[in-house]
């Protein structure tokens, strides 16, 4: 729900009923689940826009007027929370789980980075909501950090600049996500991503091959450094498979282009899902 909001969007619970008339337990525990949650949460959801953020490793943003809502889905450990692309000017922060609405710890680390203060426990285990409140107008950017801080990063190919021509999209349900179209010249997904510290990233990519992919190979560029990894066919368009580009130092000053390509594949054969940075 949190993440369909953040991009300007609605989501529609598909639930039937049994023959009976009534609804299956697992799915009137997620309806619970679900109220019990926007009875404390409500006010990132109703009424807001798509965030002029970019998806961040934590979680994920919604914007009502000059006020963001951060969906922290992962709870940083050092309690230190990085919002990047913000370059407005910080009013005060809280969790909107606080009736006392405490004001949360505050700190400028770059031009459009902010670090906040977290308390040690998530007041919610799914999605816990940080009010950020902007003194003006609300200045934002795109800009995607990856921080391996949070386990694995995903970078999925629908998040992507397509350049080129003849790109194909799934319906966004799972094992449907996917990109088609690389396999053609010139053609490529483009990030651009910046790195936290000087460690270099692993990265790897999540694809499935249809009938007759039983050749080619990936190509990850960023800036002077080209990985490639084999295509290896696998069993069915369903089954994913998961390509290795090994360790790729980013860049920490600034975003830099992440692009993917696909040379010497059958055309239309390779489902494109995301690419893993982290381990």
Do not use: C
């Amino acid at each position: 729900l949190a993440r369909a909001a953040a991009k300007g969007g609605n989501i529609l619970l598909n639930l039937g009923p049994k023959g009976d008339g009534t609804i299956d337990a697992p799915d009137a525990a997620i309806l619970q689940g679900l109220a019990a949650w926007m009875a404390v949460n409500g006010a990132s959801i109703r009424g807001t826009q798509a965030t002029p953020l970019d998806r961040q490793p934590w979680g994920d943003s919604t914007r009502k007027g000059s006020t963001l809502f951060l969906h922290v889905f992962r709870w940083p450990a050092d309690g230190r929370l990085l919002v990047s692309g913000f370059r407005g000017k910080a009013k005060r922060a809280y969790l909107l789980a606080d009736p006392a609405r405490k004001p949360l710890g505050i700190e400028r680390s770059g031009p459009g980075d902010l670090r906040i203060i977290l308390p040690a426990r998530a007041p919610d285990a799914a999605d816990s909501v940080v009010v950020l409140e902007t003194d003006g107008a609300l200045d934002a950017v795109r800009d995607r950090v990856v921080d391996t801080k949070y386990g694995q990063n995903q970078l999925l190919a629908f998040d992507a600049e397509a350049v080129g021509r003849g790109f194909r999209y799934g319906d966004g349900k799972a094992a449907r996500y996917y990109v088609d179209g690389l396999e053609a010249a010139g053609n490529r997904l483009v990030w651009k991503v910046r790195g936290i510290g000087k460690a270099p990233v692993r990265f790897r990519l999540r694809y499935a091959t249809l009938p007759g992919a039983a050749e080619g190979r990936f190509i990850l560029r960023y800036g002077t450094t080209v990985r490639r990894a084999p295509v290896v066919a696998t069993r069915a368009a369903t089954e994913m498979a998961l390509a290795d580009f090994g360790d790729i130092a980013l860049r920490t000053d600034a975003p830099a282009p992440l692009e993917l390509s696909i040379e010497g594949a059958v055309p239309g054969s390779i489902h494109v899902f995301e690419l893993l940075a982290g381990d």
